[in-house]
């Protein structure tokens, strides 16, 4: 069972980028899909989180309004649409999976974890 995170890169301040995050099984169908980020020597955050049975998402205040969670069930892949990008955004950003998704924020309530993608932001 693997995540297989993609999307980083640099971008200047109020850019955009798509992150990806595909499953490599349909095991997940059942599970809640998060993305979370850590900055440098910051602890690992949550950003936001979707419901892979019904869609439902949530967000991290900190981006409301400018991102975006998303998923493709024949692709097995999981998007974050980042808009309106700040050097706060700076991080790497992983997805997960967890069979909980009521402790969808949770970081250790997430089961299996792809490689980090990059971000970064410049102003």
């Known amino acids: 069972v693997q995540l297989q995170a993609s999307g980083g890169g640099s971008v200047q301040a109020g850019g955009s980028l798509r992150l990806s995050c595909a499953a490599s099984?349909?095991?997940?169908?059942?599970?809640?899909m998060g993305w979370f980020r850590q900055a440098p020597g910051k602890e690992r955050e949550f950003v936001t989180a979707?419901?892979?049975?019904?869609?439902?998402?949530y967000y991290a205040d900190s981006v409301k309004g400018r991102f975006t969670i998303s998923r493709d069930n024949a692709k097995i892949t999981v998007y974050l649409q980042m808009n309106n990008l700040n050097a706060e955004d700076t991080a790497v950003y992983f997805c997960?999976?967890?069979?909980?998704?009521?402790?969808?924020?949770?970081?250790?309530?997430?089961?299996?974890w792809g490689q980090g993608t990059l971000v970064t932001v410049s102003s």
């Open positions: 997960a999976a967890g069979r909980n998704s009521y402790y969808y924020r949770v970081r250790d309530a997430y089961d299996y």
């Open positions: 099984t349909r095991t997940f169908s059942s599970y809640v």
């Open positions: 979707i419901k892979w049975s019904d869609g439902s998402a």
